[in-house]
């Protein structure tokens, strides 16, 4: 999970979002990927 995060971390760098709004989306994304993991079956 954290290198996915790391991965979109730096495509947001590149596309030139401030580091605030790239904490935002980093985020969401980190919640949706942890609920996922939390409703998958074991």
Same mark, same amino acid.
């Given at each position: 999970?954290?290198?996915n995060l790391e991965?979109?971390?730096s495509v947001l760098i590149h596309q030139g979002l401030p580091a605030r709004d790239r904490l935002q989306q980093l985020n969401a /994304?980190? /919640?949706v990927q942890v609920r996922s993991l939390v409703a998958a079956p074991a």
């Open positions: 999970m954290v290198p991965s979109l971390n /994304i980190a /919640i």
